[in-house]
């Protein structure tokens, strides 16, 4: 089983603040995805990662994978409340099987 | 937009009995995924499907599961002889190719008595 370990597993920041969720594995996966899941609904894709080092943004959301392809990072440039949710990363396996990561819980209070 | 759609909503049944979760994936997408979710736990991947035949399967995944692709629109999880343990939300996902993304249905929660 591969795991990935995300960090930190709660964050409560004030609007208008920026922050970093993490991603770690000591597994490499040929691409990395991030969701956000809402309570009692399925995940959300935000974006997938496929090249070690790259970078993609989505507003203001940046997402970058590592170069050796362990870990990724999402990062949020002033949060707003409706950034408020749980974050999932998942890893994709060679043999095209999934890992997820065990969430981040981010609130943003107005 | 496309969606991927999970029926039922909600499924209660009794230890033993057969179950039958139901998905119909994004039209074009070609590669199809079931996952579990217990309560407050994290999402565990089951298996993936892809030309008609597994293509990875969890250890989860045991013999008393199964997947089918029963017509062109169709994507089913079977439960031979539910347990309690298996009370999760069940979702499904869809992808139109590898390494591009998953797009997941809303969910079916199993509950087991």
């Known amino acids: 089983t591969q795991l990935l370990e995300q960090s930190p597993q709660f964050l409560s920041i004030q609007e208008g603040e920026n922050l970093t969720v993490y991603c770690n594995s000591s597994?490499?996966?040929?691409?990395l995805q991030w969701y956000r899941q809402e309570p009692g609904e399925g995940p959300v894709l935000l974006v997938t990662?496929?090249?070690?080092?790259e970078v993609k943004k989505l507003k203001r959301l940046t997402f970058q994978f590592g170069d050796a392809r362990k870990d990724s990072s999402l990062h949020i440039t002033a949060a707003q409340p409706g950034d408020t949710g749980l974050y999932l990363c998942a890893g994709e396996s060679s043999g095209n099987q999934f890992y997820f990561g065990t969430g981040t819980s981010l609130t943003v209070i107005p | 937009e496309p969606e991927v759609t999970q029926t039922p909503s909600h499924q209660v049944t009794q230890m033993g009995q057969e179950v039958i979760l139901r998905c119909v994936p994004i039209s074009n997408h070609l590669y199809f995924y079931w996952y579990r979710q217990i309560l407050g736990q994290k999402v565990e991947f089951l298996v993936s499907f892809y030309n008609n035949e597994i293509s990875e399967k969890s250890e989860i995944f045991d013999d008393q599961f199964s997947v089918e692709r029963p017509d062109g629109s169709n994507f089913t999880l079977k439960i031979r002889s539910t347990k309690l343990e298996d009370s999760a939300m069940y979702f499904c996902a869809s992808s139109e190719r590898l390494a591009a993304g998953q797009y997941f249905g809303p969910g079916t929660r199993l509950t087991v008595t």
């Open positions: 597994s490499v996966f040929s691409s």
């Open positions: 990662v496929v090249t070690g080092g």
